[in-house]
Every structure is written in structure tokens, then in C-alpha cells.
């Protein structure tokens, strides 16, 4: 029996939430699993994504693979680095050193990319100020009555009676 760890959609219509799941690989979607591994919640700002460790790893170690979506679930918890950590063979403390380190990282690479948010907004609010100030510079000219043909109607000739 192939396991995977593969997310089940639960929640109402347009407002999805997902479990992540064992489940066999030929059962359907939001069929029969084995056992629930997480929650996953891609409404909140930003994703709710929780994990129990200790199950996610069990069943990592039975060689049950993650779907990608999951596997990417994994990856910004900080799970599969860990698990990467544990089956490379080192200690409990050396693991805990290395995680810290990867999460100060990411905490840094949030506050780049939340400057860098705040950054271009500042340009495009001052780009669209400078826009505003040269329409108003400029004087407006008497609007041209336009016709629909764009070119201006011909006189027409009196008619001969």
C-alpha cells in the first residue's frame, strides 16, 4: 500500500480549509484516510499552517512522500528541514541550532520583502503626486467639440426649387 501526505479540502464553498492526511494513494481526494497529520487554512493573512510533528514524521519514516503541495506546506514550517537534519544523523542540539538559524533567516527575508512592499508603494503614491501636480500645471485647454467622423461636417448647398 502506497501512503501519501496529501491535503483533504474541508470548509464551504469559496471558503476552502484543508486537513493534511495519510491516506492510501488510490482512494479519492476527500475520501478514506488513515490518519490526520495537520490543518492547513489558506484564508488567514498570512496561511494558518499547523502540523503535528510527531505524526508527520512517523510517517515520513514508513516512506509515506508528500505530495508536492505538501511537501511545500513542510518546507515553510521548517518541518522538512528538520526532517532533513534528523536523517543526515545529527544530534538533538546541533538540530536545534541549525532550525534557529533558518528561522532567524526567514523572519529577516519577511522584513526585506515587507520594506521592499512598503518601498514600492511610497514610489508609486510619489509617481502618481508628480502626475497629478503636472496635469494641474499645465493649462487645460477649451475643450474642441469633436464629431463623430473626426473631420468637420461640409456645408451643404441650399436646394433649387
Avoid: C
Wanted: avoid cysteine; glycine fraction near 4%.
Amino acid at each position: 500500500m502506497a501512503v501519501r501526505l496529501r491535503l483533504k479540502r474541508t470548509g464551504r464553498r469559496n471558503q476552502p480549509s484543508y486537513k493534511v492526511v495519510a491516506a492510501d494513494s488510490r482512494s479519492p481526494r476527500d475520501g478514506r484516510f488513515i490518519e490526520s497529520v495537520g490543518t492547513y487554512n489558506p484564508l488567514r493573512n498570512p496561511a494558518e499552517i499547523k502540523f503535528n510533528e510527531e505524526k508527520a514524521f512517523k510517517w515520513l519514516k514508513r516512506g509515506a512522500l508528500p505530495t508536492d503541495t505538501v511537501r511545500s506546506l513542510l518546507r515553510k514550517s521548517g518541518l522538512w528541514y528538520k526532517w532533513y537534519l534528523l536523517k543526515k544523523g545529527l544530534d538533538e542540539s546541533d538540530v536545534v541550532q541549525k532550525l534557529s538559524e533558518w528561522q532567524a533567516a526567514q523572519e529577516a527575508k519577511l522584513a526585506r520583502d515587507a520594506e521592499r512592499k512598503q518601498r514600492h508603494k511610497a514610489v508609486k503614491k510619489a509617481k502618481k503626486a508628480t502626475e497629478t501636480k503636472a496635469a494641474e500645471a499645465t493649462p487645460a485647454a477649451a475643450p474642441q467639440p469633436e464629431s463623430s467622423t473626426g473631420t468637420q461636417p461640409a456645408e451643404t448647398a441650399p436646394a433649387a426649387s
